[in-house]
């Protein structure tokens, strides 16, 4: 039987890459976005797949998003809670990040996977499947666009761990956490990308494909288990 996996967030960037990538491996992909509908029905019918359309800072359209997968597809195997926003605000201008930015951010960098991973679970369940939420360096160490999308990202690490030990050892969960990645959010983000090039060891930020790399290896290690990955190319040592 082929496996299912629901992207998010995967009309561009590491979501399009990951999406590409399962899809490449045999995995039925469905493909998400909140606005970009004919590129995300264009990428589905490229993959094979079907696309799906959810505003998820909108809790009724995050918890359907899932039903809406298996009226398609009648199994899923593979939660990538890819979706995220994020725009720089400097650490020490408090007053630039409203109450209404916060919550925001949480809807969708929190509360959304959140809602995803509640709905998902009977399906995991029965498939013996996997959830991988990408999450960020800014959530592993005190850095980031802004302080409030690196404490949305610290809280779904640790979700990440609190789902692991509740669900295993039917659902595995993991997160990816990436530093710089070049893809259309970040494209004007000029000072991240002169820094990766002069200090990471690594000389650049990722690719999304390097992304997608690491979470296809997370969801084939049947092993793994609560963990929260850096991927940011060596920036941390420094
Ligand atoms: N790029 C980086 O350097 C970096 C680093 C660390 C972590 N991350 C994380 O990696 C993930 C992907 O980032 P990316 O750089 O690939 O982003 P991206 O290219 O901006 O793509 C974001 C995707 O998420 C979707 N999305 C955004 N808000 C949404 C909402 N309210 N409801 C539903 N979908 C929504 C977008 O849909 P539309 O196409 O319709 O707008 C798009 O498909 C995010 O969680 C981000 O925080 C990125």
Not at 42 to 66: C, P, R, S
Not at 151 to 173: E, F, I, M, W, Y
Request: hydrophobic share 45%; glycine share 8%; proline share 5%.
């Amino acid at each position: 039987m082929q496996k299912v996996a629901l992207v998010t967030g995967s009309v561009s960037g590491i979501g399009a890459a990951t999406a590409r990538r399962l899809a490449a491996e045999g995995m039925t992909v469905a493909v998400h976005s909140r606005s970009s509908r004919d590129a995300g029905v264009a990428l589905a019918a490229e993959l094979g797949g079907t696309y799906h359309q959810a505003d998820l800072a909108d809790d009724a359209a995050a918890t359907d998003l899932v039903p809406s997968v298996l009226a398609e597809h009648g199994r899923l195997d593979v939660l990538v809670n890819n979706a995220g926003i994020s725009w720089p605000v400097p650490h020490a201008e408090l007053s630039s990040l409203t109450a209404d930015d916060w919550r925001r951010l949480l809807d969708v960098n929190l509360i959304a996977p959140w809602l995803l991973c509640t709905a998902a679970l009977p399906a995991l369940r029965e498939s013996g499947g996997c959830i991988v939420n990408v999450t960020s360096h800014a959530g592993v160490r005190p850095k980031g666009s802004s302080i409030g999308y690196a404490a949305s990202k610290a809280a779904l690490n640790h979700v990440t761990k609190l789902l692991a030990a509740a669900l295993g050892p039917d659902v595995r969960v993991n997160a990816v956490a990436p530093g710089l990645v070049d893809t259309p959010m970040t494209a004007d983000w000029t000072a991240a990308q002169e820094l990766w090039k002069t200090s990471s060891p690594m000389r650049r930020a990722a690719q999304p494909s390097d992304v997608a790399d690491l979470i296809s290896a997370v969801i084939h290690n049947s092993y793994l288990t609560g963990e929260v990955i850096l991927l940011d190319g060596g920036l941390n040592l420094r």
